[in-house]
Nanobody, 126 residues
Framework: VQLQASGGGLVQAGGSLRLSCAAS?????????VAWFRQAPGKEREFVAA????????YYGESVKGRFTISKDNAKSTVSLQMNSLKPEDTAVYYC???????????????????WGQGTLVTVSS
């Protein structure tokens, strides 16, 4: 499956952005987990959020809990990340990732995902 991330941009602190991750080649389906990770300059890749395609259970990193919401559109085979109350420390390249049959303990680990989008830059100015 190929992933296409979009929606990044420049926003002021306190603002909102919505990222999208679209699947092509193969649609998301039973067993897939779709996640967002981010990587700021000089830092390690960080788990942001994930959603199970079957059932829609979602997971969030501690730094974004309560501000970001992950959702899916079954018909369009897309996953969105609504980011509210953005902070300068949210500035990073955001990547969507996907894989199948991940056990729960693996969902937050970037090394467990085989499919990655190209990344989209989010810049939050203070």
């Amino acid at each position: 499956v190929q992933l296409q991330a979009s929606g990044g941009g420049l926003v002021q602190a306190g603002g909102s952005l919505r990222l999208s991750c679209a699947a092509s080649g193969r649609t998301f389906g039973h067993g897939y987990v779709v996640a967002w990770f981010r990587q700021a300059p000089g830092k390690e890749r960080e788990f942001v959020a994930a959603i199970k395609w079957s059932g829609g259970h979602s997971y969030y990193g501690e730094s974004v809990k309560g501000r970001f919401t992950i959702s899916k559109d079954n018909a369009k085979s897309t996953v969105s990340l609504q980011m509210n109350s953005l902070k300068p420390e949210d500035t990073a390249v955001y990547y969507c990732a996907a894989d199948r049959a991940l056990i729960q303990s693996s969902i937050r680990g970037s090394s467990h995902y085989d499919y990655w989008g190209q990344g989209t830059l989010v810049t939050v100015s203070s």
